[in-house]
């Protein structure tokens, strides 16, 4: 039997349409777009860039559903360009390529987003044929953000827990991430693919709902208290490992017991361009990894070196750097 190899990742495949704007408009009025430009976005998409660039040494295969117009053929390209496998990446006419207008004011730098779900609505479990893939790894995101995959049956289940089950019955160790939704569906959407993961990434707002606890007493991160959240979504299922990030440090609590911490690194507020996909960044680090079989404290540095890379540019993914350019980081901003 061939060794599995590589990364299979889907779920939310998103383009970032970012317009720099000189000011936030109130009601009615106007603001002038001073840039506009467009890039990746969404759990599949950033986690397979970043491990593209990153260099990885193994398969980076897509899988997901984008529309047949001009956003999923950018998308379809530059997976082509940066050498990811997107054949089980589907194209549909119901619906167009999930979009998300980024609206940045220039002399602040504050974002806000208004998104379309679009195609990723319509991804569901007969859009992924796993007979297709050797990976040794497959990572969805995110959940709470797919409809498709978010449904749940009379058996109190979602698609995503069947889909998971299914993945690790055929071989592959399973990886999943979620968004950060300002609802009370984390126990029932959430829950159930827990039994069926071995490993998810989450930070410490989305920890809380799962688990109904507090990691920001009086606004202040509390990794204790990140450790018994981990410990709680353990018991609910998942086989290996949480990972649980925030900007301050980065926890794994591991099934066996293992506890890792890592602080993140000092990155200077005059180099930070932005802030967003810094988690996915930190996934793609996390999982390149756990596919070479290192340890999980070499793993989590990694994913903080990456998540500071992700932090020199606007975009998502594009200040990541080959492996040992981003290692370096460590040196610079004094891990």
Same mark, same amino acid.
């Given at each position: ?49 970043? &491990? ?21 053929? @950018?998308? %379809? ?22 979009? $998300? ?10 974002? $806000? ?28 995101? @995110?959940?709470? &953000?797919?409809?498709?995959? *978010? ?10 827990? @069947? ?25 029932? #959407?959430?829950?159930?693919? &827990?039994?069926?993961? *071995? ?11 799962? $688990?109904?606890?507090? %990691? ?10 990140? #450790? ?32 890792? $911490?890592?602080?993140? &690194? ?29 340890? #999980?404290?070499?793993?989590?540095? %990694? ?33």
């Amino acid at each position: 039997m061939n060794e599995r190899k590589g990364i299979l990742a889907g779920g939310n495949w998103i383009i970032d349409h970012i317009k720099i704007i000189d000011a936030w408009p109130g009601q009615d009025a106007l603001a002038n777009m001073l840039e506009t430009s467009k890039a990746n976005g969404g759990s599949p998409y950033n986690v397979l860039k970043d &491990l593209a660039l990153l260099k990885a040494p193994f398969p980076l295969e897509g899988v997901g559903l984008v529309g047949n117009d001009a956003d999923g053929n @950018y998308i %379809l390209h530059e997976c082509a360009t940066l050498g990811i496998h997107v054949q089980n990446l589907g194209i549909t006419s119901e619906a167009s390529t999930s979009f $998300t207008d980024v609206m940045t004011v220039k002399g602040t730098g504050r974002r $806000t987003f208004f998104h379309n779900r679009g195609s990723n609505d319509l991804f569901s479990p007969e859009h992924v044929d796993f007979a297709h893939s050797k990976a040794k790894i497959f990572h969805m995101g @995110y959940l709470l &953000l797919l409809a498709g995959m *978010d449904e749940l049956d009379k058996n109190e289940r979602t698609q995503a827990s @069947y889909l998971f089950e299914k993945a690790r019955q055929e071989g592959f160790l399973t990886s999943a991430d979620v968004v950060s939704e300002s609802s009370e569906r984390f126990a029932s #959407i959430v829950s159930p693919s &827990l039994p069926h993961l *071995d490993y998810l990434f989450l930070n410490e707002y989305e920890a809380g709902k799962i $688990t109904g606890m507090d %990691l920001c007493p009086d606004g202040k991160f509390e990794p204790e208290f990140a #450790i018994e959240a981990g410990r709680k979504i353990l018991d609910q299922g998942v086989k290996q490992q949480v990972f649980l990030h925030h900007p301050e440090m980065v926890v794994a609590i591991g099934q066996n017991g293992q506890v890792e $911490t890592q602080t993140s &690194l000092n990155v200077p507020a005059e180099k930070i361009a932005g802030a967003a996909g810094a988690g996915d960044a930190f996934a793609a680090g996390v999982l390149f990894g756990l596919h070479e079989a290192w340890s #999980i404290s070499k793993c989590l540095e %990694l994913g903080v070196c990456t998540a500071a890379a992700s932090l020199f540019s606007p975009s998502c993914s594009d200040g990541v750097m080959p492996l040992s350019d981003v290692l370096k980081l460590r040196e610079d901003f004094q891990i």
